[in-house]
């Protein structure tokens, strides 16, 4: 069996239903509001989002990262219109306060209610009320600007807060995989509503920046939790694919499919670093979503043409055959 096909059967073994349908949508022609409808699931009256929609935090209640994880699903679907009453959901639930630090001006991190749930030792909430690095608070701010009403009165806080993230970032430009990817979604957004309340040039000049400082190009070091070239970069036309990259990138293919389980799982780099049996169910929730982008790297840098590069690994083959 090739990679894919033994990824296909874990994933169809082990997926939750919403990421199962990422797959379907991404590599079997499966329709976007079959992840809407799965999404929908997750979100609550008051339209944020729980329910371990973040498959390592299994708080039920509305959490500033569940608004994230779940934008980005919508992002995995193609986005939605404006109108969508799970846009008016979430952009209701991000205007209610609920979880916004005002004096910092950023929403948490980590929450209070987190402690009190099965999750990963980085979701509890710390007195201090955790990190405040703009993660997710940029790219909420983001989906604001894209998908609220101009003149609105949650469009300017939006407005405000993606140039206050920019200016933060531009002078602080922390080499730190989620902050980055916060602050290009943040930019893709603000782009897609054509609206750019900062400096452009010198905000993609720091993005551009902290990837390349991010991403580890030491095969030897890819098992542990570090971003490989796949967290920023999912084919050949992403704008951080460069052709310094190319022997990184290849390598990570070979990578990916050396390490592939039996199953065909891959590892999860990371644990709970906590007794909470709940983990094991995560895990394979995680294991799901790494297949999927791992299929979708392969797909996207492996093959040029449809036919895959230079890898001592294996033989030339189609696309079909990875």
């Known amino acids: 069996m090739t990679v894919y096909e033994k990824s296909r059967s874990f994933i169809y073994r082990s997926a939750r239903p919403i990421d199962l349908a990422v797959f379907r949508h991404e590599f079997e022609g499966g329709s976007a509001d079959g992840i809407i409808a799965a999404l929908s699931a997750y979100q609550n009256p008051d339209g944020g989002f729980g329910h371990g929609i973040e498959p390592d935090n299994f708080n039920p209640l509305s959490v500033p990262m569940g608004a994230w994880k779940a934008t980005e699903y919508i992002r995995e679907a193609g986005g939605l219109p404006a109108s969508h009453p ?21 929403w948490m991190n980590t929450v209070p209610s ?90 993609l000049s720091r993005i551009d920046e902290v990837v390349d400082k991010s991403i580890c190009r030491d095969p030897s070091r890819w098992h542990e939790y570090l971003p490989r070239p796949s967290a920023f970069i999912d084919s050949r036309e992403s704008r951080f694919y460069r052709p310094d990259l190319e022997d990184a990138c290849l390598a990570e293919c070979g990578f990916i499919e050396k390490t592939q389980n039996p199953d065909g799982s891959f590892n999860v780099p990371w644990t709970w670093c906590n007794d909470a049996p709940e983990w094991h169910v995560a895990e394979n929730w995680c294991k799901a979503i790494i297949a999927t982008d791992n299929l979708r790297f392969l797909r996207g840098v492996w093959c040029k043409n449809g036919v895959k590069q230079n890898l001592k690994l294996c033989k030339p083959a189609v696309i079909k055959e990875i």
């Open 86 to 106: 799970m846009i008016a959901g979430i952009l209701r639930y991000l205007d209610s306060g609920d979880g916004f630090d005002a004096e910092r001006r950023q």
């Open 114 to 203: 987190n402690n009190g749930c099965p999750c990963a030792i980085w979701w509890k909430c710390p007195e201090d009320g955790g990190d405040f690095r703009y993660n997710p608070t940029a790219a909420l701010a983001g989906f604001i600007v894209r998908y609220a009403e101009k003149g609105s009165g949650i469009y300017r806080k939006g407005v405000e807060l993606a140039e206050e993230a920019a200016e933060w970032f531009i002078k602080n430009a922390p080499v730190e995989q989620h902050i980055a990817r916060c602050f290009i979604t943040m930019y893709d957004d603000c782009k897609a509503a054509g609206e750019m309340p900062f400096d452009v040039g010198a905000l």
